[in-house]
């Protein structure tokens, strides 16, 4: 099986108040190092063996159509055997 | 005139629409489940407020590919008035029939209160009722209502008036206060706050009547 695993984040530029609470709340712990937060979604899509770079051109599709809102999201995928 | 009021699994201002419609503007309204591919018997379709799909992924963004929402697009083009309030605004972003995304609250909380709005266009349809600069009280309920487009979207909201609605205040971080667009063509209204929670003296608050209301005084079979 093949497992695509797909990372979506907000846009640079973009304000990701959940971000900003958890970068708050690390602080508070002591953790002074850590300069920023930013909150993603990560997904694993799950298919039978094939052709990779058939696999590839779909996850694309999938993440521009429906996984992402290409206005204000980011995404990376690889493909890793499951 | 017919109205239709869209109902996904998970809306859960339907029923007000619908009262709305029927008590508010004595109005005709049907319920139309969202499997349903044919619009083309009603003359305004209202996408209403809730969780649709439970807001899995991002809210509307399922919503959006459910069979009804072609019907939809079909009925937008012909001109007809497409009012979106809360999810439904988030669903008609999502679709692409309006401009922009809706982000979590700047302030990360669900907002469940009521707020002054300024009406920015007294242009369209949904607006011949106010004047532009006039403040009118409407409730908001939202953990998703933080509008954001880009400087280049943006611009070209201002250079169409494409802005209806501002909130007075900063409410929950969206671009220049911004609570409510229209697309280009003038036909398919997007707002978060709730007109449909406010057209009757027994609710407190009648202001929702003058969007609902211009909507009414506007009709044109057939569509615009």
């Known amino acids: ?82 | 005139m017919k109205f239709a009021v869209i109902v996904f699994p998970g809306s859960n201002c339907d029923v007000d629409c619908y009262y709305a419609v029927k008590d508010g503007l004595v109005e005709e309204v049907e319920y139309v489940w969202h499997q349903e591919k044919n619009l083309s018997k009603y003359d305004v379709i209202m996408l209403p407020g809730g969780f649709s799909y439970g807001d899995y992924l991002r809210a509307g963004a399922i919503a959006r590919f459910s069979p009804v929402m072609e019907a939809v697009r079909e009925e937008a083009e012909k001109g007809k008035f497409i009012i979106g309030i809360c999810n439904g605004f988030q669903i008609l972003t999502e679709a692409g029939l309006l401009p922009g995304a809706l982000r979590k609250n700047e302030g990360l909380k669900f907002i469940c209160k009521t707020v002054s709005i300024i009406v920015e266009n007294d242009k369209t349809p949904f607006t011949t009722r106010l004047k532009k600069g006039q403040e009118i009280l409407l409730p908001i309920a939202h953990g998703e209502g933080n509008y954001y487009v880009d400087d280049k979207t943006l611009k070209e909201l201002k250079e169409n008036n494409q802005i209806v609605f501002r909130y007075k205040e900063n409410i929950n971080g969206s671009v220049e206060r911004i609570a409510g667009v229209i697309n280009k063509k003038g036909n398919v209204l997007g707002m978060m706050p709730h007109p449909e929670r406010a057209y009757a003296p027994l609710l407190g608050n009648t202001d929702g009547l003058y969007i609902l209301g211009s909507i009414v005084d506007n009709f044109v079979k057939g569509g615009v």
Not at chain 1, 53 to 73: G, Y
Request: proline share 2%; aromatic share 8%.
């Open chain 1, 1 to 82: 099986m093949l497992i695509a695993k797909v990372y979506i984040t907000l846009k640079k530029g973009i304000l990701d108040p959940q971000g900003k609470a958890v970068k708050g709340a690390l602080h508070s712990l002591g953790y002074e190092e850590v300069k920023d937060v930013r909150v993603g979604k990560y997904m694993e899509l799950t298919f039978e063996d094939g052709d990779l770079s058939l696999i590839k051109d779909k996850v694309d599709e999938m993440c521009e159509r429906i996984l992402t809102n290409p206005i204000i999201e980011d995404y990376t995928f690889e493909i890793v055997e499951g």
